[in-house]
Nanobody, 125 residues
Framework: VQLQASGGGLVQDGGSLRLSCTSS????????MGWFRQAPGKEREFVAV????????YYADSVKGRFIISRDNAKNTVYLQMNSLKPEDTAVYYC???????????????????WGQGTLVTVSS
């Protein structure tokens, strides 16, 4: 499984960006696909996850109400729509996929075996 992330860039405080993550295999075969981020000097942290088959979504408290994760299984792509961006959202964003992650571990980056290359999001104040 290969994941290709794209869509990062420089945006002003309050702006929006949409990230995409395209999989080389069917997203409908994945138990979960998620977005994580890592800011300089910090650990990688959970942002959002979606179950491609049923569409269930889960969010970190820090992005709830601002970010939306979605998927298009016909395109094998998962999206992260980021609205009302803040400088503290600045990070490298990674998409991840797992065929076996259990519900209780979906927010743990260690539970994901497949990762995209990361895309940088910079929010200026």
């Amino acid at each position: 499984v290969q994941l290709q992330a794209s869509g990062g860039g420089l945006v002003q405080d309050g702006g929006s960006l949409r990230l995409s993550c395209t999989s080389s295999v069917r997203t409908s075969n994945m138990r979960a696909m998620g977005w994580f981020r890592q800011a300089p000097g910090k650990e990688r942290e959970f942002v959002a996850v979606i179950k491609p088959s049923g569409g269930n979504t889960y969010y970190a408290d820090s992005v709830k109400g601002r970010f939306i994760i979605s998927r298009d299984n016909a395109k094998n792509t998962v999206y992260l729509q980021m609205n009302s961006l803040k400088p503290e959202d600045t990070a490298v964003y990674y998409c991840a996929a797992s065929q076996s992650v259990i519900q209780s571990a979906m927010r743990d980056p260690k539970a994901y075996a497949r990762w995209g290359q990361g895309t940088l999001v910079t929010v200026s104040s």
